[in-house]
């Protein structure tokens, strides 16, 4: 479950994704805050985790499944925490608009 | 998946004790060796790993083995004669099941999983009490009521069993009825076997699949709480059922009870109490949870002691886990050679390695003066914590991508290996109990956390050994020793030290360890409290079982769940739980001059000096630190001094009308939020952007009999001391204050008038009442 539900993702909320893609980490302002509270406001089941491969150096994005149950694993390895963020909206944004960011 | 995981028996040891290791090896073979952990931190920006192997008869090559955790809490009473012979009988229980639907759950059984041999009463398949019967010979009858029990209700549960017919009478009623809920139900029928005797001990929420040493391993664990387990002599009519409940029976019938087991009778102990003269009596395994509320709670009493015989239910979980059990691998005899310090067995095998922490404290009189005090308390707090796998909003509170490392990934599936107190048991309920006789796969150098902060991503055990790292390279000769040290031996641990440090984040507190660092900085001893959110939480100890402490989040404060209604007394020990600053006098500003003011794990920021600052009193703290110089725009976790965790002065929790407030962070993210125990209405702009009380404040005050204490206030601050190979303003305050808090120097006190009342943001911005404090 999850109690995030309520923001309707929207075009209005398209000119955040570069601001988010530029500082994925830190001071944002409201309403990148909002779109982001949605989408990382998931329940557990098909939450987008990074697991860390090599500490510092790789990350590999996976999917958990719900208490107790293995994770499911992307395709997708990062090299940085940024990047990790920015693969992480982009499956996100697609889940919620259909909508595929390059 | 992890291959190696292991544990110790004993968390802190000195010279000539015996250490023992358990270690679970899914490789043939591992080596093991004893380290002195310096720093645990392998972030390439950070000061490096930083070990030194120790010379000890450890060393060497073992035989893996797989050793497994059979968690799950139950009640045990060893066979006996008077339990293997019955005839008729009948078997009753209070029963409140929190997941009635999970499947086949034992209630009260003699029941032998191998063979299908004797009793059980139980929840079946279909959510409803049925009862058990096999002859050991493979053949099993059993008679089900059918009807599905409401979760978090009170049902009387019952079967009665007439050897002359074979004939097996089941009860289900619930305390509450609901009028379109059809879940009470009598149900007779003749059964085909009778119940074969058999050796297992009788047990409760849980039958015997295995008795494995003193371990006994179950099967079919239940969720919920039981109270008031009887068996009787004979086909009990109704109201026979209910004298015995109510303790009521008369001597005829009295007489003819083989075993009513009175839970409210031993609630801090491990055992439990048979009342009927056969004194059949048993005990608890992996600690479930006592001193709760009875199905015949009145809510008139919220103190067990208070009304013990409204407390007589005890609460089991299938994931409870208190002692691993493990057979022991290897142990060690710490030798003069050690000196005191953070060590470890590091067990490795290929690329898999695991580390066991323990802690060698000083022998007595040969104490040196600086001591850092390894909160392990609140390391068994967080102990296997769950925030990345379990709780939907966690994200939210870090605002960033949640990082799983190996042990999380890990502990998702292996349950067995229990929860910290911030997470769930697979019921919902809250997690009140937490042992360290088990692996603890976050207390180890290298790992990283979910909450720990952009950067080294560090929390607890890893992110401590900056502060050690940090002495090392000062040149400082310290000791350390463990919050169980100060729960056992009270002040006299701390006596010989001139100054003690803490770690970054010592939240977790027994009442021995409180008036133990309180006494000591009132009795002349310095402290620098080097973190965040200390001193916050109350938890008890267990009196007789050791490694394990409860605690129970009652009525406030930034918490993972919270107690049920009448439930805010730990079992241990009957201690109003909660939070250190609802009780009287104490709490973090008294200690510390600061209390927890906020959180966020995203970024840190850094410190701005204050007004008082400049006080000639602090004059030692900042030589060598410009005016306008930011304090900790810099670190390994989240890039600053002040973050994860941010304390402030507040006059009304208790803070010392003499302290200085020497300087405060600012410019938090808004995830950064101010803590819910300071919210009386939730309001707009509670976030580090717009609110005033979303900060660190650095703090000072002198204590009696030439003490003092300096208060960091920020989880982030240790992960600055080494930046720039330890040349920073972060690293030169904290040592400013530690070479004065060592010099037995007593602080100038001069008396002045006392200072009006202020708030703390009259006090950041225009800062003490000059005339108030010490001689200039």
Not at chain 1, 22 to 50: Q, T
Not at chain 2, 166 to 187: C, F, G, H, L, N
Not at chain 2, 377 to 388: D, L, W
Request: charged letters at 25%.
């Amino acid at each position: 479950m999850t109690n995030m539900t309520r923001h309707q993702i929207s075009k209005s909320d398209r000119k955040w994704i570069e601001v988010f893609k530029k500082k994925p980490i830190g001071i944002h302002p409201p309403e990148l805050m909002r779109l982001l509270n949605r989408l990382r406001g998931e329940a557990i089941e098909g939450k987008f985790v990074l697991v860390i491969d090599r500490p510092y150096e790789e990350w590999v994005v996976a999917e958990l499944q719900g208490r107790g149950k293995p994770l499911k694993y992307h395709n997708i390895r990062v090299s940085s925490r940024e990047e990790g963020e920015w693969e992480i909206f982009k499956l996100r944004w697609h889940r919620h608009t259909g909508e595929v960011l390059e | 998946m992890l291959k190696i995981t292991g544990y110790s028996d004993q968390i802190s040891v000195v010279l000539g004790d015996k250490i023992s290791f358990m270690v679970n090896c899914e490789h043939p073979s591992y080596e093991a060796d004893i380290v002195r952990v310096i720093c645990g931190d392998v972030n390439p920006d950070g000061p490096g790993f930083n070990e030194d192997v120790i010379d000890s008869p450890v060393s060497g090559t073992y035989n893996g083995r797989k050793q497994e955790i059979y968690a799950g809490s139950f009640a045990m009473v060893e066979s006996s004669a008077l339990l293997e012979n019955l005839e008729s009988f009948t078997v009753q229980v209070m029963v409140w099941p929190t997941t009635p639907r999970k499947g086949v759950q034992s209630l009260v059984a003699k029941w032998s999983v191998p063979d299908n041999s004797g009793f059980a009463l139980e929840i079946d398949e279909s959510g409803g009490i049925a009862f058990l019967v096999g002859d050991g010979k493979g053949k099993v009858d059993t008679v089900s009521i059918g009807k599905p029990m409401v979760e978090y209700e009170w049902y009387f549960a019952a079967a009665s069993y007439n050897a002359d017919n074979k004939e097996v009478t089941v009860y289900q009623e619930p305390m509450v009825e609901y009028p379109p809920i059809d879940d009470a139900s009598t149900v007779t029928k003749k059964v085909s076997v009778a119940p074969a005797a058999n050796a297992v001990p009788l047990m409760m929420a849980a039958r015997c699949k295995a008795p494995k040493g003193d371990v006994v391993i179950g099967d079919a664990y239940y969720n919920g709480k039981l109270d008031s387990p009887a068996i009787v002599e004979g086909v009990l009519s109704r109201a026979e059922m209910e004298m015995i409940l109510n303790r009521k029976a008369p001597t005829t019938l009295e007489n003819r009870i083989i075993g009513a087991w009175d839970f409210s009778l031993d609630i801090t102990e491990t055992t439990i109490t048979d009342t009927s003269s056969h004194r059949l009596h048993g005990k608890i395994c992996h600690m479930p949870t006592r001193g709760v509320t009875g199905y015949n709670w009145t809510g008139e009493e919220l103190r067990w002691k208070h009304a013990r015989e409204e407390y007589g239910a005890i609460r089991f979980h299938e994931d409870d886990v208190y002692d691993a059990g493990w057979d022991v691998d290897f142990e060690l005899t710490i030798p003069d050679s050690m000196k005191s310090g953070i060590y470890a067995a590091r067990v490795t095998s290929g690329e898999d390695e695991e580390y066991i922490p323990f802690v060698v404290r000083p022998k007595p009189g040969r104490e040196k003066k600086v001591c850092f005090l390894f909160p392990s308390a609140s390391y068994m707090a967080y102990a296997n914590e769950h925030f990345g796998t379990d709780p939907w909003p966690a994200e939210l509170m870090t605002h960033r991508a949640i990082e799983l490392d190996k042990h999380h990934v890990f502990l998702n599936e292996h349950r067995e290996y229990g929860h910290s107190l911030y997470d769930r048991h697979s019921d919902g309920s809250g997690i009140h109990i937490s042992s360290r006789l088990r692996p603890i796969l976050n207390m180890r150098p290298k790992v990283q956390t979910v909450l720990g902060g952009e950067g080294s991503q560090l929390w607890q055990f890893a992110a401590d050994t900056h502060i050690t790292v940090w002495l090392e390279a000062m040149g400082y000769d310290y000791d350390v020793i463990t919050d169980e040290d100060i729960h056992y031996r009270g002040t006299d641990v701390l006596k010989p030290y001139n100054v003690v440090l803490t770690s970054s984040h010592n939240e977790y507190y027994s009442k021995a360890m409180y008036d133990a660092v309180f006494d000591y900085i009132h009795q002349g001893g310095r402290l620098i409290y080097m973190g965040g959110n200390g001193f916050y939480w109350r938890v008890s100890y267990h009196q007789t079982a050791p490694g394990v402490i409860e605690i129970r989040r009652a009525e406030g404060g930034s918490r993972a769940w919270a107690p049920k209604s009448g439930e805010y007394y730990t079992g241990f020990t009957c201690e109003y739980s909660g939070l250190w600053r609802r009780q009287g006098r104490t709490g973090p500003n008294v200690m510390a001059g600061v209390g927890f003011s906020s959180e966020g794990f995203d970024i840190s920021s850094y410190y701005r000096r204050n007004p008082d600052s400049f006080n000639s009193r602090v004059a030692f703290i900042f030589e060598g630190v410009g005016k306008d110089e930011l304090i900790g725009d810099f670190g390994l976790i989240g890039g600053g001094a002040a973050g994860l965790e941010l304390d402030r002065v507040e006059r009304e929790f208790g803070t010392p009308p003499h302290a200085l407030c020497l300087a405060s962070s600012e410019n938090h993210t808004d995830t950064f939020l101010v803590v819910v125990e300071d919210i009386l209405f939730n309001l707009p702009g509670s976030g580090g952007q717009e609110n005033e009380w979303v900060r660190g404040d650095l703090c000072f005050f002198e204590t009696p009999n030439g003490g003092a204490v300096f208060s960091a206030s920020s989880m982030a601050w240790a992960g600055s001391l080494p930046h720039n190979d330890f040349q920073n303003n972060v690293s030169r305050i904290t040592k400013n204050v530690l070479d004065r808090f060592v010099d037995p120097k007593p602080f100038p006190i001069k008396k002045a008038p006392a200072p009006p009342m202020k708030d703390s943001y009259t006090w950041r911005v225009k800062g003490s009442t000059p005339t108030a404090g010490a001689a200039e």
